[in-house]
């Protein structure tokens, strides 16, 4: 069974604070991963995606993936409250397919 | 450039009534996704096209649901009869092309707005 794997949360960052959003993955065939953002009553929002080792950065936005340890990463620098919402993580699959992970909720606080 | 069109927005049923949904993918992207999502979940896989044709349909129940995407372009979703598990967000994605052996924004998917289906 393929998984992509979060914490739920939430998780609480203060305004201003570097948020950490973590997800692990089962698939080691896996080369594409994605992260998504989704406010509440909205579809998912792409806001980055990530094909090789090592760091990728966009804007206040980082992400990470380490595919010896089937981990991908991303980090919120200079959180917002306009953040405050939920991530998914996805890993595309040998099949060409996402697999979804549950999505982790995020709240920053003023 | 215009994003995925989806309609209608919010749909509410009596159980065992049909329903059906609507979606226009961006402008040139070949793979067209049908999704279902329950509060609390990640997206549900229900089918996958390529063009005019099915890739992957494992997670439809074909018992009540079927789609149909005739042209290549838009696709419609469809219910019937409906149950009260059937309530979710019905999303539809698209991408260039998610065949593509390429490792690249080929993959990238891009979802509509979605449409909130209450069945009572």
């Known amino acids: 069974q393929k998984e992509v794997e979060q914490n739920s949360g939430p998780l609480s960052v203060p305004e201003g604070a570097i948020a950490s959003l973590n997800c692990t993955y089962s698939d080691r065939v896996s080369q594409s991963f994605f992260w998504y953002r989704q406010y509440s009553g909205k579809s998912p929002e792409l806001i980055m995606s990530?094909?090789s080792n090592g760091d990728k950065e966009d804007g206040r936005f980082t992400a990470q993936l380490n595919k010896a340890s089937q981990y991908v990463s991303l980090l919120i620098r200079d959180s917002q409250p306009s953040d405050s919402a939920t991530y998914l993580c996805?890993?595309?699959?040998?099949?060409?397919?996402?697999?979804w992970g549950a999505g982790t909720k995020l709240i920053i606080k003023p | 450039e215009a994003g995925v069109a989806q309609s209608p927005r919010y749909k509410i049923i009596e159980k065992r009534q049909s329903v059906a949904f609507w979606c226009n993918p961006i402008?040139?992207?070949?793979?067209l996704y049908w999704y279902q999502q329950i509060l609390g979940q990640g997206p549900k896989l229900l089918i996958q096209f390529q063009n005019n044709g099915v890739v992957d349909d494992s997670q439809l129940p074909k018992d009540r649901f079927s789609a149909e995407r005739l042209k290549g372009v838009d696709s419609t979703l469809k219910i019937q009869p409906a149950k009260l598990e059937d309530s979710a967000v019905y999303l539809c994605?698209?991408?260039?092309?998610?065949?593509?052996?390429?490792?690249?924004?080929?993959?990238?998917?891009?979802f509509g707005p979605g449409t909130r289906l209450t069945v009572l």
């Open positions: 996805a890993a595309r699959d040998s099949n060409y397919q996402l697999i």
């Open positions: 402008s040139g992207h070949a793979t």
């Open positions: 990530i094909y």
């Open positions: 994605a698209s991408s260039l092309d998610q065949t593509s052996g390429r490792v690249s924004s080929y993959n990238e998917q891009f």
